[in-house]
Antibody
Framework: QVHLQESGPGLVKPSETLSLTCSVSGGSLRGGSYSWNWIRQPPGKGLEWIGYIYYTGSTNYNPSLKSRFTISIDTSTNQFSLKVTSVTAADTATYYC???????????WGQGTLVTVSS | DIVLTQSPGTLSLSPGERATLSCRASQSISSSFLAWYQQRPGQAPRLLIYATSSRATGIPDRFSGSGSGTDFTLTISRLEPDDFAVYYCHQYGSSPGAFGQGTKVEI
């Protein structure tokens, strides 16, 4: 069973860059036609899909967020990452990584990591 | 982009009662690409239903999904204490994937 685990700073200052990593165990990032996704959830609010990456490096982003968000992948360490530039308080959220497939729901999720943007 | 609207926002029920949750899409969705997730406090979402009506592995049969086109429903036939949570619908057939805003099922 694949296991995903997010890691990153719990606190980021406004205007700085947020970097998060998702470590995958129990399966290879290169195995199968899986998409590796990031989703976020502001406190007390709903889920927002950020984007995904395939092991080939091909990406797809939510058009409403695309310009500040970058997803990358490192198959040698079995990790994928999210960078968010110029963060504001509106980026305060629990960030989840998840595994999907084309035209499939998100079956496997990490436990999530809360990121607070504050000076 | 497809927008999913869930109703009601909150459903107040008692254990043993039936819960009916609605998800309406801004445009027609193939029934193959509509899912429901359950999220308990402090936990990640858990897949319950995919392709409108197929239960994910390990999901009890008191959870059922139905619908087509723009209107979809999640039904919990007899609420158990662990079922009090927030439920999200999700369309994954077109990009960007979208989630509904959630329905909270509370005691």
């Amino acid at each position: 069973q694949v296991h995903l685990q997010e890691s990153g700073p719990g606190l980021v200052k406004p205007s700085e860059t947020l970097s998060l990593t998702c470590s995958v165990s129990g399966g290879s990032l290169r195995g199968g036609s899986y998409s590796w996704n990031w989703i976020r959830q502001p406190p007390g609010k709903g889920l927002e899909w950020i984007g995904y990456i395939y092991y080939t490096g091909s990406t797809n982003y939510n058009p409403s967020l695309k310009s500040r968000f970058t997803i990358s992948i490192d198959t040698s360490t079995n990790q994928f990452s999210l960078k968010v530039t110029s963060v504001t308080a509106a980026d305060t959220a629990t960030y989840y990584c998840a595994r999907g497939s084309p035209y499939q729901p998100l079956l496997n999720w990490g436990q999530g990591t809360l990121v607070t943007v504050s000076s | 982009d497809i927008v999913l609207t869930q109703s009601p926002g909150t459903l107040s029920l008692s254990p043993g009662e039936r819960a009916t949750l609605s998800c309406r899409a801004s445009q027609s969705i193939s029934s193959s690409f509509l899912a429901w997730y359950q999220q308990r406090p402090g936990q990640a979402p858990r897949l319950l239903i995919y392709a409108t009506s197929s239960r994910a592995t390990g999901i009890p049969d008191r959870f059922s999904g139905s619908g087509s086109g723009t209107d979809f429903t999640l039904t919990i036939s007899r609420l158990e204490p662990d079922d009090f949570a927030v439920y999200y619908c999700h369309q994954y057939g077109s990009s960007p994937g979208a989630f509904g805003q959630g329905t909270k099922v509370e005691i």
